[in-house]
T-cell receptor
Framework: GAVVSQHPSRVICKSGTSVKIECRSL??????MFWYRQFPKKSLMLMAT?????????EQGVEKDKFLINHASLTLSTLTVTSAHPEDSSFYIC?????????????FGPGTRLTVT | GESVGLHLPTLSVQEGDNSIINCAYS??????FIWYKQESGKGPQFIIDIRSNMDKRQGQRVTVLLNKTVKHLSLQIAATQPGDSAVYFCAENRRNYGQNFVFGPGTRLSVLP
């Protein structure tokens, strides 16, 4: 089956620093990748949609200058949390989408837990 | 029932019993639905999907029912096992609205021994 990996799985950083999270589709090429944020005991909230070679589309309320997304290839998207603050601490999950004949299928990565101290 | 912004609804069932998890979706234009299972500290795992031209789909030990009239989706798990303990999310997708899925608030399933 389709596998999506994320790296790192956990990261702790100090306030003011930047953190990069990678999302890779390991055995398929993804037409689109999505970045989600999940707070404890809450549902997934879409942050942005990323298409290879073009600018990401951010959801309302998500600061594009703070959450930089780069989608350099059909198998890699990165999310950089710039000047991180404690309130950015969260579980970040990516997914990769593949179009099928009747729609699309979406495969999720294992998530990255970010803790900002 | 479902609620946004509050604690996750919890369903507790005895091992071996059947579980029914419900979800109300928001948009009548949604035409594709997926149930995901999320274990603690992990990403969501696909369980089963259904398109709007169907009202029932069965998998291994799981059945999804779709009632478009009242915009309601349910996931039935037969002979619930301890490994089924997780948070379950429904997700809806609208045709020609991109590939984005909108997730429901989730339900925590606890399997009692």
């Amino acid at each position: 089956g389709a596998v999506v990996s994320q790296h790192p799985s956990r990261v702790i950083c100090k306030s003011g620093t930047s953190v990069k999270i990678e999302c890779r589709s390991l055995d398929f090429q993804a037409t689109t990748m999505f970045w989600y944020r999940q707070f404890p005991k809450k549902s997934l909230m879409l942050m942005a949609t990323s298409n290879e070679g073009s600018k990401a589309t951010y959801e309302q309320g998500v600061e594009k200058d703070k959450f930089l997304i780069n989608h350099a290839s059909l198998t890699l998207s990165t999310l950089t949390v710039t000047s991180a603050h404690p309130e950015d601490s969260s579980f970040y999950i990516c997914s990769a989408s593949v179009k099928t004949g009747s729609g699309s299928e979406q495969y999720f990565g294992p998530g990255t837990r970010l803790t900002v101290t | 029932g479902e609620s946004v912004g509050l604690h996750l609804p919890t369903l507790s069932v005895q091992e071996g019993d059947n579980s029914i998890i419900n979800c109300a979706y928001s948009n009548s234009a949604s035409d594709y639905f997926i149930w995901y299972k999320q274990e603690s500290g992990k990403g969501p795992q696909f369980i089963i999907d259904i398109r709007s031209n169907m009202d029932k789909r069965q998998g291994q030990r799981v059945t999804v029912l779709l009632n478009k009239t009242v915009k309601h989706l349910s996931l039935q798990i037969a002979a619930t096992q301890p490994g089924d303990s997780a948070v379950y999310f429904c997700a809806e997708n609208r045709r020609n609205y991109g590939q984005n899925f909108v997730f429901g608030p989730g339900t925590r399933l606890s399997v009692l021994p």
